[in-house]
């Protein structure tokens, strides 16, 4: 079945060292990813999505990989922050019927940086 | 611009209960989505409204869980007899359309204790 997972539970880093968070999938036919930021208390925030067609895309501090053969998907933070500390996740689209468009989400990692 | 809201922020009730949770999505987007988050866990898709179409409610735990969008904006989730095992974050999303691609926006979630 459908399977979204993170690697690690927990990733520590120390402030302005690069941050590599990973994702593996199982359903082969997905095509498009999202990776969300969630701070304690609030809801998910979108931060970077890539599609099937993309390896690597790029936004402000954050690059988002993809690995297609591997079914594996990464997010880099460059020089983290503090206001980096949060749960990552990633999120597969699952299409369903019609345009459904439910999101499977992997279970999360908690990113911690260390001042 | 003005997010995703909802209410209350928390819920405490006791077991048997009926409780009623309110989701106000962005203004002119027509997909709504409910997710449960278990503490530390990830996101788990409930249902999804999009536009007039039915709703997909392949997510809904069982039958105690319902849910409307009247006049395709405000949604309400209705959980009947409550149980222990129903605490958590229920959090609403909407999107401007397609969910293939356009971004899901979280609201902050309700917290749901049940006693």
């Known amino acids: 079945g459908e399977s979204v997972g993170l690697h690690l539970p927990t990733l520590s880093v120390q402030e302005g060292d690069n941050s590599i968070i990973n994702c593996a999938y199982s359903n082969s036919a997905s095509d498009y990813f999202i990776w969300y930021k969630q701070e304690s208390g609030k809801g998910p925030q979108f931060i970077i999505d890539?599609?099937?067609?993309?390896d690597k895309r790029q936004g402000q501090r954050v690059t988002v990989l993809l690995n297609k053969t591997v079914k594996h998907l990464s997010l880099q933070i460059a020089a983290t922050q503090p206001g980096d500390s949060a749960v990552y996740f990633c999120a597969e689209l699952s299409h369903g019927s019609g345009n459904t468009g439910k999101l499977i989400f992997g279970q999360g990692t908690t990113l911690q940086v260390k001042p | 611009g003005a997010g995703v809201s909802q209410s209350p922020s928390n819920k405490v009730t006791e077991k048997g209960k009926d409780v009623e949770l309110r989701c106000d999505p962005i203004s002119g987007h027509t997909a709504l989505y409910w997710y449960r988050q278990s503490l530390g866990q990830g996101l788990e898709f409930l249902i999804y409204f999009q536009g007039n179409s039915a709703p997909d409610k392949s997510g809904l735990p069982s039958d105690r869980f319902s849910a409307e969008r009247t006049g395709g904006s405000v949604s309400t989730l209705t959980i009947q007899r409550t149980q222990q095992e129903d605490s958590a974050v229920y959090l609403c999303a909407s999107s401007l359309d397609d969910p293939s691609t356009d971004t899901q926006y979280f609201g902050p979630g309700t917290r749901l204790t049940v006693l």
């Open positions: 890539i599609r099937s067609n993309m």
